[in-house]
């Protein structure tokens, strides 16, 4: 019987897509363009897709159309990479089914954020109510999305993996989308083999390479992967210099797109150097034309599109 708490029986180890979904310029989903999409990002280099969380616009699509999205992205898939189903809602119910229906079409592991609105009040109750999700797919790994700056939610996931430990049998690990470095080193010590953390922060993975993260999230590893990559491989050999030069070139992408809004621009930025995943679904607005030309001239003067576009063996 395959181990619950793994990926595909093993640890990830790379970089992992936080996957954008595409989109028809009326805003509804465009699942015709899913394998387009997959098939790029396994020529990246990618060694997971994380479909339906913040950058996939997740929360904004009906039960439905989640259930549809995720068999697309797991059948454009075909085993050639794990799909990571992000679940989490408002309702927690509704989280349970979208969990359960994943498991029958054969995602390989699931997550979810906490509810936004009614938060839970204590670390007991983020773990109920994460229990409550991951029961609906036993058989699959489940990791907590903590993303504190979204959510509000702020407690010790220290204290999450003691007591997840107990209290859900499939729990995988954390996608820690929080640039606290030090909590990710005392997560991943406590961790040691039983869980796994996966770094969220783009701008910052030396750091979280250095806290120990062998498997990172991200969203601009759609677009610039090629820079990533050669941060991985140059902390590898112990080349820190290289890894930092790196670090140093994300962060200034990263200042640069967030300055026209953060996800609009990043759906530009693909459409720029990949396959066009459309805008995103109101309440989030497409850049304007002028915003976007504005984009790639920014883009241009620090060079993100020789980075983009660089082969990396």
Request: proline letters at 6%; aromatic letters at 8%.
């Amino acid at each position: 019987m395959s181990n619950p708490r793994r990926i595909d029986g093993g640890r990830l180890k790379g970089l992992v897509t936080a996957t954008f979904t595409p989109l028809r310029a009326d805003g509804s989903a465009n699942v015709e363009r899913i394998p387009e999409v997959v098939d790029y990002l396994v020529e990246r280099g990618m060694v997971g897709l994380y479909v339906l969380g913040s950058t996939g616009e997740g929360l904004s699509f009906t039960e439905a159309e989640r259930r549809s999205l995720t068999e697309s992205f797991v059948q454009a898939a075909t085993g050639r990479l794990p799909v990571i189903a992000h679940v989490g809602c408002e309702c927690l119910a509704d989280a349970r089914r979208l969990a359960e229906h994943a498991q029958q079409v054969g995602a390989a592991g699931i997550s979810a954020v906490s509810p936004l609105y009614f938060k839970p009040p204590s670390i007991e109750a983020l773990v109920e109510s994460m229990g409550l999700i991951a029961s609906g797919a036993p058989s699959l790994p489940f990791y907590y999305y903590h993303i504190p700056a979204v959510t509000g939610l702020d407690f010790s996931m220290l204290d999450f993996l003691r007591l997840g430990a107990e209290k859900i049998p499939n729990l995988a690990g954390i996608k820690f989308s929080s640039p606290n470095a030090e909590e990710f080193a005392a997560c991943v010590e406590f961790a040691q083999d039983e869980f796994q953390l996966l770094w969220g922060v783009d701008e910052r993975l030396y750091d979280g390479l250095r806290a120990g993260a062998e498997a990172a999230v991200g969203s601009t590893y759609n677009f610039v992967s090629p820079l990533y990559r050669k941060l991985l491989a140059a902390f590898a050999a112990g080349d820190h210099a290289v890894a930092r030069e790196q670090q140093t070139r994300a962060q200034e992408i990263v200042d640069t797109f967030v300055a026209f809004g953060s996800r609009p621009a990043q759906k530009a930025m693909m459409a720029m150097v990949g396959p066009d995943c459309g805008p995103c679904r109101l309440p989030l607005q497409a850049l304007p034309p002028v915003q976007n030309d504005a984009l790639r001239k920014a883009l241009e003067d620090i060079g993100f599109f020789g980075h983009a576009t660089e082969t990396v063996a």
